[in-house]
């Protein structure tokens, strides 16, 4: 077994939007990063910045990142086992791997509870098993589903309107039990909706900034879901993964759940307009019909992030936009 200083953590998800971003900062931190995906989603070019480091004890004297294809509902303990073997235990979870579409967990809500809510398991299984010390998760404020008072705060009572939204409430429930029996730090972050450079807009279940920016771009029809009153709370990549990062590598924060958001609400509407105007104002906009199990209002409260984390997100929507339309 090769010796390190450097932490060694775990990030599932890793080739994917937000969790290319989060192996991003954790290099940058200094720590060894085993990313573990299926890559039904991720993709290797979102990780090629480290393609030179080369896997560990392969090639350069420090090489930063390990790259698994695996399925993390059924294959982490022997994905891991090689691993471990070589370089030692894995200190800490960055658990992002998750099918991510509210709509395409109403239409197939096995195959949720399978991926979300076993994935997560197998996970905590892991952690228990092998004494990580700590567990990120990532959650969603699709967990809040219909509430009334906002910004939403953590505490208000949860009905989730998606298996989506249940499975990852489910997923925060056995964090908690893992913690609380097992021993095994876990912080869940309660994602709002993040946007920025590498979120592919390719498919219909894409994050709508994806797919406004890369239609805008193009100077084609953007179609508003309903009548686009509906609100949501855009929150940058890069500040994201500051609350990750932070939370992974800190100590505190154990059996929290955490909202990561801006605090400030946008409809749909308004986010299509800006959109159409930072790229230049071609693109005209088209109303379709209003999805099903569909957040009317979603805007975070962000006090307790502040105070467990020290995490505040900086980034303003139009400099995000810029940066997601300029790539990276
Ligand atoms: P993404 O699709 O880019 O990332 C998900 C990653 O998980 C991909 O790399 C995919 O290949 C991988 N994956 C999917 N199923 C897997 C499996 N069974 N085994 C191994 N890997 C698997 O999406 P993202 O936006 O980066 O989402 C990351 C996490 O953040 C997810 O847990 C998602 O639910 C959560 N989240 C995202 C948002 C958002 O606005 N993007 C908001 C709230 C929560
Ligand atoms: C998103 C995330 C989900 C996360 C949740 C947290 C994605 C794909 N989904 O769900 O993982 O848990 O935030 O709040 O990132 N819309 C249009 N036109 C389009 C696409 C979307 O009008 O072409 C509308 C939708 O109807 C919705 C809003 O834009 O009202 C946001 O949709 P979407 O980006 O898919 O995210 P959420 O459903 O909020």
């Given amino acids: ?102 709509v395409h967990s109403i239409a197939n809500p096995l195959t949720d509870l399978r991926v979300n809510y076993g994935g997560t398991l197998q996970v905590l299984e892991y952690a228990r098993a092998t004494g990580v010390k700590k567990v990120v998760f990532a959650s969603s404020a699709a967990v809040y589903g219909d509430v009334t008072a906002f910004p939403v705060d953590e505490d208000v009572a949860c009905h989730p309107l998606s298996p989506y939204g249940a499975h990852k409430l489910a997923s925060e429930h056995a964090l908690h039990y893992y913690s609380a029996v097992h021993g095994v730090q876990t912080t869940a972050l309660r994602f709002f909706n993040v946007y920025g450079p590498r979120q592919d807009p390719s498919s219909p279940y894409s994050g709508v900034i994806s797919i406004f920016a890369d239609r805008a771009a193009g100077g084609r029809e953007l179609t508003i879901f309903g009548d686009g009153e ?84 900086e980034t303003r929507l139009r400099d995000g936009l810029a940066a997601t339309l300029q790539g990276a």
């Avoid at 022997?78 to 979870?93: C, D, H, K, M, S």
């Avoid at 800190?250 to 159409?276: H, M």
């Avoid at 005209?284 to 805007?299: F, K, Y």
């Fill in 230 to 313: 509906q609100s949501r709370d855009f929150v940058y990549v890069g500040d994201v993964v500051r609350a990750v990062v932070g939370a992974a590598l800190g100590d505190g924060a154990d059996r929290a759940s955490i909202n990561v958001g801006t605090g400030t609400e946008i409809t749909v509407k308004e986010l299509a307009q800006t959109i159409v105007d930072v790229t230049g104002g071609t693109s005209t906009i088209r109303h379709a019909e209003a999805r099903p199990g569909e957040i009317l209002r979603s805007v975070a409260r962000v006090e307790r992030a502040e105070r467990l984390l020290g995490f505040r997100a």
């Fill in 1 to 102: 077994m090769t010796s390190s200083s450097r932490p060694l953590v775990a990030v599932t998800g890793g080739a994917g939007f937000i969790g290319s971003h989060t192996v991003d900062l954790l290099i940058a931190r200094g720590c060894r990063v085993v990313v573990l995906d299926d890559f039904s989603t991720g993709k290797r070019a979102n990780l090629a910045r480290w393609a030179d480091s080369g896997r560990f004890g392969l090639a350069g004297a420090e090489p930063s990142l390990d790259v698994l294809t695996v399925d993390v509902s059924h294959g982490v303990f022997a994905a891991l086992a090689p691993v471990t073997a070589a370089y030692g235990a894995i200190e800490r979870i960055v658990h992002l791997a998750a099918q991510v579409s509210v």
